[in-house]
């Protein structure tokens, strides 16, 4: 049985993996993250690739307010939403941001139910996230 303590590190050196390894990400070039504050609502954001997507550097440790399925249209638009910019991916970790897997139960299960059709199409969210990596230079 793991000590809270034990948990809490362990969830901490996961959350690290994942915001330095861009390859590890399920919706490359974003990570989904969420910060959990007393008192405050749930907070959702992004991490985004720009060094891998458009050789943007400086940009590694920021955390975009929006979400996947409320993505701009361009990469002007996308990197000019509210943000919290840190130096390191301990600082976004220190500020209490966080990446959650997803259910792999209900990937599979949403991933079985759709038709051939509906997984050929991009979803609004793919297509936004698409144009913001298309979007070679900012205006």
């Known amino acids: 049985m793991s000590t809270p303590l034990a948990a809490a590190q362990a969830a901490r050196q996961r959350n690290l ?5 861009p390859r590890r990400w399920m919706v490359w ?3 989904p993250v969420m910060r959990r504050r007393p008192g ?19 940009l590694s440790a920021t ?9 701009p249209g361009t ?3 996308f990197l000019s939403l509210p943000r919290e ?10 500020a209490g941001w966080e990446h959650r897997l997803p259910n792999p139960g209900a990937m599979r299960r949403s991933s079985t139910h759709r038709s ?3 997984r ?19 205006s």
């Open 120 to 138: 050929d199409r991009n979803s609004p969210a793919e297509s936004s996230a698409s144009a913001v990596v298309a979007s070679r230079t900012p």
């Open 116 to 118: 051939a059709h509906d």
């Open 29 to 31: 070039p974003f990570l």
């Open 85 to 94: 910019t840190y130096d390191t991916a301990d600082e976004v970790a220190d």
């Open 63 to 71: 955390v975009y307010f929006c979400n996947l399925f409320m993505l």
């Open 17 to 21: 993996l994942f915001f330095r390894e």
């Open 40 to 58: 405050c609502e749930e907070e959702l954001g992004l991490l985004f690739d720009a060094v891998g997507t458009h050789g943007l550097y400086g």
């Open 75 to 77: 990469l002007h638009e």
